[in-house]
Structure formats: C-alpha cells, structure tokens
C-alpha cells in the first residue's frame, strides 16, 4: 500500500509536472500567440492608418483641385468682368473727354468769334473816324480850294463881253 500511494504521489507529482509544463507551453504558446495578434493587430493598425491617411491625402488633392478648378472659373469671370468694366470705364472717359473737348472748342469758337465781332466794332469805327476826319480834311481841302478860286477870280478882271467863261464859284 505504501507502495501504491508512492507510486500515486509520483504519478500525480508527474502529472503535476506534465500539466505544469503543459501549462506553461500553453502560456508560452499563449503568450506567442497574443504577441503575434498584437503585431498583426498593430501591423493592420498601421496600413489602416497607412489608408486612411492615403485617403485623406486624396481627398485633400481632390479637393484642394476642385477648390482650385473653381477659383480659376471666378478669376476668369472676374478678369472678364474687370475687362467689361475697363472698357465700360474707357469708352465712359472717352465721351467724356469727348463732351469736354467739344464745350471746349465751342468756347473758343465763340470767344474766336466774340473777339472777330469786337475786332470788325473796332475796325468799324476806326474806318467811320477815319473816313469823318477825311471827310473833314476834304471839307477843309476843299473850302480852301474854293477860297483860292474866289480869291484868284477877283483877282483877274474879266471883260463882261468876254470869252464867255462863267465865275469859277461854285
């Protein structure tokens, strides 16, 4: 009987031993297999992120690209638009200078013929002084001559039957 019981110590002891390293190994195998999940987890945690970011990137291009094709369509509209505009302003400047230049040169048009009329008074009346003081020189000139003729005639004796010449008296 002693016999046995050590015979059943040394088996359970071995069957101890045996499930102890069996444990263990299944620990071990455990502990193996949860560090390789934990690199496979950790290894699809990074390709996740890997694709998010990737992902993310993309959408970024695309819409940093459709943020772009947009702007270029309103800068295009706006150069349009700042072109029209430009040659609004140009033509508007234009009939402008165009309204200025004409009220400028219908004032001097009329300054010019302003200065024509005061020039034709001016010369008007110079020409009727002109002509009165010759008409007064001729007036003189002429009661002169006939003062002379009057003198001269009274002067000369002429016959009463003479040649038949008449007083020079006007």
Known sequence: RAYIEQEAERRKQEIDRAMENQIVQ?????????TSLQQQADYHTQMADKQIES????HQAHVTRQAE????A???RAEMEKGRLGQEAARALSQQSEREKA?????AMRQAED???????????????????????AKKRTDEIEATVRQAVSRVYISPGGAGHAPLVA
Do not use: G, P
């Open 103 to 107: 009220m400028v040169l219908h004032e």
């Open 115 to 137: 200065v024509w009329r005061q020039s034709q008074r001016t010369l008007l009346e110079q020409a009727q002084k002109k002509k009165a003081e010759i008409d007064v020189q």
């Open 26 to 34: 299944l620990e071990n195998q455990c502990q193996e297999q949860r």
């Open 69 to 72: 094709i947009q702007a270029y």
């Open 55 to 58: 992902h993310k990137k993309q």
């Open 74 to 76: 309103i800068l295009q």
